[in-house]
């Protein structure tokens, strides 16, 4: 499909106009807050007449740090633009709403779908689920649409790994309500044999309404008239690798693109005074041009200040321009590496550590750090077993080194391995484990009664709860493949890339998450064990459960776990990372070290904001450098 001379002209802005869900994703760092923010003022400006509302998803907001001014679960009134409404949305309150709606009914199903009573299933509402704050969000949204609170909504998402999960959650919600007709279904059965007849009743009624809701919701989002998806980018190789990932699955899930913003972008005199940079920037953009092939492509422009507050957000809006074919390329300078700077973050291994967590805002650069760090550690002591991971849905690890790597572990020097945790894999293996067993103990088959009954609703539907991967689940997943590793003692040193803070403290989390769900378990299994039996599965479980509680008390060892953060010297990034800092703090995770990225002096340095860690500083890498150069370059700057 070619690109026609119409789109060119109009952008990715003027994509927007018939638009009435607008959502914004990409890389963590890239600047999808600040379009998101620039663009719903963009839209209420353009329609007086309509009620716009710009939505937080990001577990992690950052609205309030763009607009300035405070942003709550509660819709809020911009004051000088009376139409547009802001909103971070909280998933525990959206949780107790729907707990109000739904929540009897939904005890009614599983009830009628198990041997458990419903007095059982209430504790189950105060778990801690991951996923929680995806499905809440995409409910809600769903909502707002259907009862006509809002005219035109503008999404800020979570980086591109967490969003495909959001919008991945239709096809959860599909199976989801499946087996919920299953319980319903069997109930119906079990009327006609002893009563004579079926009787609809309330779960009936719920069950058609989620149905109607849902292929409503699903039309929604894939409605190419009035839903668009805008990917942010910036003119950096990781960046363009990922958006590429990331336009392939939104095709995949059928999610229309409305086209790309690559942010940060130097133009005219501004590209010619930065040599190096520059130069790079263009053979870049011809890349996303090609990469967008029908889709209109919008081009940043690189700011002196940050664009926060409502004057600079209207401004920056202003000077957006489409990018309307290839550029010409031009000769890059002589390269000149960047100088060390100290301090210098400390010899890990030579401390004790084994295991080092990095993480941070997305797109700050925690991977290149995690890489760096892995590395050094490695080079340092050859006889040391060193692992870099990713635990970040959106990989880019393999795209730091150069290499192709997956979830088996990948040689990248002798005594260094990395490796990206496939979720659907280690998924697969937890289902095998623990979970299908499970799925007949709450179903209550005991391989006795009526066969049809058995086969058909019971097992059948909790195996279909069960199949589903809920986001969040690899979180939990990813824990419990690092404590193998670590219980296993098959490496030294384990170097966690983690996903963007949001999702971080998600995992962080998962301890508590994951031993209070199993504590439900075992309640249920001592009310009931006399009719289950299960006595094997109940060891096994125990036996998870003893090894997440051991997890939970090395990530809160500070002789054992590091958290070493990554920052840019942007506000939102640095507010950021404050309130990271405080939550590390509340869970008793030791981080003394943190890496100001992409330093470039005079930048101010941030010391002030962060007193009780050092601050250590990596300078922009030259992206003329291979992948693997531009690591080992890092690993001598950050040691």
Avoid at 150 to 172: E, I, K, Y
Avoid at 408 to 426: K, M, W
Wanted: hydrophobic share 50%; charged share 20%; net charge negative.
């Amino acid at each position: 499909m070619t690109r026609t001379a119409t789109q060119d002209l109009a952008g990715a802005i003027a994509a927007m106009r018939g638009l009435r869900l607008a959502l914004f994703s990409g890389k963590g760092g890239v600047g999808k807050t600040t379009l998101a923010c620039g663009l719903a003022r963009w839209w209420a400006r353009q329609f007086p007449g309509d009620r716009v509302l710009l939505l937080s998803t990001d577990p992690a907001h950052s609205l309030g740090d763009v607009l300035q001014v405070p942003v709550t679960a509660a819709a809020t009134a911009i004051a000088d633009l009376p139409n547009l409404s802001v909103q971070a949305l909280n998933a525990e309150l959206l949780l107790e709403t729907f707990k109000r709606r739904y929540g009897t009914v939904l005890e009614l199903l599983v009830e009628r779908g198990s041997f458990v009573q419903r007095e059982d299933l209430a504790p189950v509402w105060n778990l801690s689920w991951p996923g929680l704050d995806e499905l809440m969000s995409i409910l809600e949204i769903q909502r707002l649409f259907n009862e006509q609170q809002v005219d035109r909504v503008v999404v800020d998402m979570a980086p591109s790994g967490h969003t495909l999960n959001l919008l991945g959650l239709m096809d959860f919600l599909d199976e989801f309500l499946a087996a919920l007709e299953l319980f319903q279904a069997k109930h119906r059965v079990m009327q006609q044999t002893f009563a004579g007849r079926a009787i609809a009743d309330e779960a009936d009624e719920f069950l058609q309404t989620m149905k109607g809701d849902l292929a409503r919701g699903r039309q929604l989002l894939q409605a190419e008239a009035t839903t668009g998806c805008f990917v942010v980018a910036i003119a950096e190789p990781m960046s363009l690798l990922e958006t590429g990932r990331l336009l392939t699955a939104l095709e995949g899930l059928h999610i229309p693109c409305g086209g790309l913003f690559v942010n940060r972008v130097l133009l005219g005199a501004a590209a010619s005074s930065t040599g190096d940079r520059g130069a790079e920037q263009r053979a870049l953009l011809n890349d996303f041009w090609a990469l967008a092939a029908h889709r209109p492509v919008d081009l940043v422009p690189q700011q002196a200040l940050e664009p926060v507050g409502a004057a600079a957000l209207d401004a920056l809006m202003t000077q957006i321009q489409p990018l309307t074919g290839l550029l010409t390329l031009v000769d890059s300078p002589e390269l000149v590496l960047p100088q060390k700077l100290m301090p210098s973050l400390p010899d890990f291994l030579a401390l004790g550590r084994r295991l080092i967590l990095v993480g941070g805002k997305g797109g700050v650069g925690k991977t290149t750090v995690a890489a760096a760090i892995a590395l050094a550690m490695a080079e340092r002591h050859p006889d040391q077993r060193v692992r870099v991971i990713s635990i970040d849905p959106a990989h880019s690890l393999g795209d730091a080194f150069g290499l192709g790597l997956g979830h088996e572990p990948t040689a990248i020097a002798p005594n260094l391995s990395g490796q990206e945790i496939d979720a659907d894999v280690v998924l697969d293996k937890f289902r095998e484990d623990y979970l299908w067993d499970l799925a007949a103990m709450m179903s209550g088959d005991a391989g006795k009664g009526d066969a049809t009954l058995q086969l058909a609703y019971g097992p059948e539907a909790w195996r279909r709860i069960v199949s589903q991967s809920l986001p969040g689940i690899d979180e939990m997943l990813s824990l419990v493949t690092v404590m193998d590793l670590l219980e296993a003692q098959a490496q030294d040193l384990i170097v966690l890339d983690t996903a963007p803070t949001g999702h971080l403290l998600r995992f962080l989390e998962m301890p508590t998450a994951l031993a209070d769900w199993l504590a439900w378990i075992f309640k249920l299994w001592m009310k009931y064990q006399d009719v289950l039996g299960q006595v094997e599965l109940m060891g096994r479980l125990r036996t998870l459960r003893q090894r997440v509680v051991n997890a939970q008390k090395k990530l809160k060892d500070a002789q054992h776990t590091e958290f070493v953060g990554v920052i840019q010297a942007e506000g939102a990034i640095v507010a950021e990372a404050q309130r990271l800092a405080r939550s590390l703090d509340d869970r008793a995770i030791a981080q003394h070290y943190i890496v100001q990225n992409r330093f470039i002096p005079p930048q101010p340095q941030q010391t002030a904001a962060f007193p009780d860690q050092t601050l250590v500083y990596l300078p922009v890498l030259p992206h003329r450098l291979s992948p693997l150069e531009q690591i080992q370059l890092a690993a001598r700057l950050l040691f």
